[in-house]
């Protein structure tokens, strides 16, 4: 158990309202990730982290910003959410401390978005 | 386009039979990842290869990375209902991003 926390767990809202949603991770590790989960697409990186204020964009950034001001918390943000953002949100952690090698990733329980 | 290709996209069989999934790719990567996941659930890390060639054993599943460091297989012996989940492989390449790229998945369903 790599202590990750996603929050809200379900979410419903409208198009067009902006939309924030947090992980939050206990044990100081210092990269982590956001994903998108659609059907037939398996897991895209959306942005990543991989220390306070240090931050990049993955393949499917657009329409996504993220803030990283604390180690332990994660925030994405859909700053006017559409109907093309419905999906299952995961947040990842890695850290080269785990098991040795830096690109093994632990999830968290994922955040189901509905953009009506 | 879809840098690591996953097939079957979908497998039922019965308790007791055998089943490989396959994780191709034209593209050379440092290390490649198996997880399974639950419905409700994010993915939880099964094994780890990094040598090409390598080939590790959890239980009743096999894991191979090719020689080339390109592709990788998945075989489950005699499987269970309770291997019933969602197979993602994942590679990692030397890029510096730290980032991994996903297959879409093998949903696998055992019939008791």
């Known amino acids: 158990d790599a202590g990750i926390t996603q929050s809200p767990r379900h979410k419903v809202t409208e198009t067009g309202t902006p939309v924030t949603l947090r992980c939050h991770q206990t044990?100081?590790?210092?990269?982590m990730y956001w994903y998108r989960q659609d059907p037939g697409h398996g897991l895209r990186l959306i942005h990543y982290s991989y220390g306070v204020k240090d931050t990049d964009k993955g393949e499917v950034s657009d329409g996504y910003s993220v803030s990283r001001s604390k180690t332990e918390d994660f925030l994405l943000t859909l700053e006017s959410a559409t109907s093309s953002q419905t999906s299952v949100y995961f947040c990842?952690?890695?850290?080269?401390?785990?098991?040795?090698?830096?690109?093994?990733?632990?999830f968290g329980p994922g955040t189901r978005l509905t953009v009506t | 386009t879809q840098l690591l290709e996953q097939s079957p996209q979908f497998l039922s069989i019965q308790e007791g039979e055998n089943l490989t999934v396959y994780c191709n790719s034209s593209?050379?990567?440092?290390?490649l990842q198996w997880y399974r996941q639950e419905p409700g659930e994010g993915p939880v890390l099964l094994v780890t290869v990094v040598t090409g060639g390598e080939v590790k054993k959890l239980k009743r599943l096999t894991f191979q990375f090719g020689d080339a460091r390109k592709d990788s297989s998945l075989h489950i012996t005699a499987a269970q209902p309770g291997d019933t989940g969602l197979y993602l492989c994942a590679g990692a390449r030397d890029t510096g991003r730290r980032a991994l790229t996903f297959g879409s998945g093998t949903r696998l369903q055992v019939q008791p």
């Open positions: 990842a952690i890695s850290d080269p401390n785990l098991a040795g090698l830096a690109y093994e990733q632990y």
């Open positions: 044990e100081n590790h210092r990269y």
């Open positions: 593209s050379v990567f440092s290390s």
